[in-house]
């Protein structure tokens, strides 16, 4: 049996060359892998790349243009910036991780109990998605904020609590769609369980595409993150963020420019980076969900 | 049409009483007594205990929820703790403000976004559809409040053109100090309407019905505005109505940056002198406008396509 089975099978790419052949094979593709790759190595290896240490003061003169010693110039009070931009990077890609982590099991809970769950309980579900969708992510931070106090927690909070609507309903969709496919009535009538289908069948099948979305979510929760840091709701300021980069910036924007681009460019690559990557690993994927967004 | 109209709206007052008691019962859920974190450390046990009553947080919870939806629907958001002011007299002050510059800002970008994204599907391949299309890209990567450290830095700071501050005096004062918030936050709109239209447009131009039309010899003009844009407008009417939430917040960030007045600006000061009354109260006023604003943009679909009156 076995034997046969070795014999007729083909040689199959496995799923990382799939996903390699098919990046390299779209130019805004691999664009976005590029700039992916290069975020996380900056913002893993931070700590060994940056040049002086974040916080301290007066590591050159205040308000540098960039030179050789300062990459990225420094801010008003002489902190290198392009070492607060690499630590910011870090707390970024945190704050991404963790947020959308929790809203990826929230959702995937949330969502299979409202598509496989008893009808009222999906009519309440969805209401409560639609009622949390409707407060904006940053009003809706901010009054977090003034409820808890500001944060790193409370930003990632805020984030994961307004993006599980969103996950939750495209699970459910996919749900409903599962529980009538043919393999999984199959799969019941022979005595399956609910878990098994659930974890066997219905999850393979929802996860690829929501990570795929996940990734594309990146640069919002990276945008949200920068935006309540900036209004000095988010993280607090001895640690840098983008967002507080921005800050100090703005307040002394009329003496130089230097800290509102080295505070915003990094915001803008990774918004680029996760766009281009996500849309074509969307594509490579699942050329279907192109016309679903 | 009229059956649909009452089943969105009365989901729309559904979905304003869930979001109002999500909001009520975190205020309570949270650790911690509003009073004294809004007091601070230094305030005496008397003055805590007759903010308490006075927030009416002595109250039992059910209570306290019952009476905050009977004050709500008499149009009463209750009062500034430390003004002794109403809270709604207070945020429909600020609220033209907002209203205006999301109006102006969503109208230049959509009529920009639409002729934009007509003209590049009715080009499709060109060079110029091409530079168009990494255009709207390029703006889409730029949140609002980049865009907007950005229009400070350029016109107002390196050129000094226009005013960055405040909201101006009389009607001219005022155009002239919105040009460059309405910008910052309309930029990216222009791109996403593009995108959406030209995208939508492409779709609808390769559909039977618009080859029969083309068979009938009706002009192209006649084509494009009749049988392909109407439909062609849907998903970008759809983005404007759920977008009116990040208009919002973008407008946060606008007005702090240009220091203008607006609830955005209200919401942030209240945040920072602990003031629940206000916050809850600006919260609560922009949510409801913002599900106002969906259940405008769903009936605004459903006159222009009778196919989606049925799917609710």
Not at chain 1, 28 to 54: E, K, M, R
Not at chain 1, 115 to 142: C, H, K, Q
Not at chain 1, 163 to 170: D, F
Not at chain 2, 95 to 116: C, E, F, N
Request: charged share 10%.
């Amino acid at each position: 049996m076995s034997q046969v089975q070795t014999a007729v099978s083909l040689p199959q790419p496995t799923l990382l060359a799939r996903t390699l052949q098919g990046l390299a094979g779209n130019r805004t593709g691999t664009i976005g892998f590029f700039l992916v790759a290069l975020i996380l190595a900056a913002a893993i290896f931070a700590p060994w790349i940056s040049p002086y240490d974040p916080a301290a003061i007066m590591t050159g003169p205040r308000m540098a243009p960039p030179s050789f010693d300062h990459w990225l110039g420094t801010d008003h009070i002489g902190r290198d910036l392009f070492s607060r931009v690499l630590a910011g990077g870090q707390v970024a890609m945190l704050v991404a991780a963790a947020a959308l982590g929790a809203a990826l099991s929230l959702g995937l809970a949330l969502g299979l109990m409202a598509g496989l769950g008893p009808r009222w309980l999906d009519n309440l579900l969805l209401l409560l998605f639609d009622a949390l969708r409707s407060f904006p992510t940053i009003v809706f931070g901010l009054a977090v904020v003034a409820l808890v106090g500001p944060s790193l927690l409370t930003v990632i909070m805020v984030v994961a609590i307004t993006s599980v609507p969103i996950y939750a309903r495209i699970i459910r969709t996919q749900a409903q769609a599962l529980r009538n496919a043919e393999f999984v009535m199959a799969e019941r009538a022979m005595g399956a369980s609910l878990p098994r289908v659930l974890f066997v069948h219905v999850l393979p099948n929802v996860l690829g595409p929501l990570l795929i979305l996940a990734s594309m979510d990146v640069p919002l929760v990276i945008a949200t993150e920068a935006g309540l840091s900036f209004l000095g709701m988010g993280v607090r300021p001895p640690t840098p963020s983008w967002g507080v980069i921005l800050n100090d910036g703005y307040n002394f924007i009329r003496n130089s420019p230097w800290p509102v681009i080295a505070g915003s460019v990094p915001i803008v690559l990774v918004t680029l980076g996760f766009t281009f990557m996500g849309e074509a690993l969307r594509d490579i994927f699942d050329p279907r969900l192109q016309k679903a967004n | 049409m009229i059956y649909y109209a009452m089943q969105r709206f009365l989901l729309s007052v559904l979905i304003v009483i869930v979001a109002i008691s999500a909001l009520t019962l975190m205020l309570h859920v949270v650790p911690g007594d509003p009073a004294t974190m809004m007091l601070g450390a230094r305030a005496t046990p008397e003055l805590i205990e007759q903010t308490r009553v006075a927030m009416g947080l002595d109250q039992p919870l059910p209570v306290q929820i019952v009476t905050f939806f009977g004050r709500i629907l008499q149009g009463n958001l209750g009062t500034d703790v430390f003004t002794g002011r109403d809270v709604s007299d207070i945020v429909f002050e600020q609220l033209p403000y907002t209203l205006v510059l999301i109006a102006v800002s969503i109208l230049w970008s959509a009529t920009l976004g639409i002729v934009l994204g007509c003209y590049s599907a009715l080009r499709a391949g060109t060079w110029l559809d091409t530079l168009l299309g990494i255009l709207s890209v390029g703006t889409i990567s730029i949140p609002a409040f980049v865009m907007a450290l950005y229009a400070v830095l350029i016109f107002a700071v390196s050129l000094d053109w226009l005013p960055a501050i405040g909201a101006g005096q009389g009607f001219f004062g005022g155009a002239v100090h919105l040009i460059l918030p309405a910008f910052a936050i309309g930029i990216s709109w222009v791109g996403y309407v593009a995108r959406m239209v030209r995208a939508s447009m492409l779709e609808v131009m390769g559909a039977p019905h618009v080859r029969m039309a083309r068979s009938f010899g009706l002009t192209e003009a006649r084509i494009v505005r009749v049988y392909i844009l109407k439909i062609a407008v849907q998903p970008a009417v759809t983005l404007l109505g759920t977008g009116v939430a990040h208009l919002f917040s973008a407008a946060v960030f606008v007005e702090v940056i240009f220091a203008r007045p607006g609830i955005g600006a209200l919401i942030v000061s209240s945040v920072n002198e602990r003031n629940y009354p206000v916050v809850l109260g600006a919260v609560l006023v922009t949510t409801a406008i913002i599900v106002l604003a969906t259940l405008v943009s769903d009936l605004v679909v459903a006159l222009l396509d009778p196919r989606q009156r049925e799917a609710l």
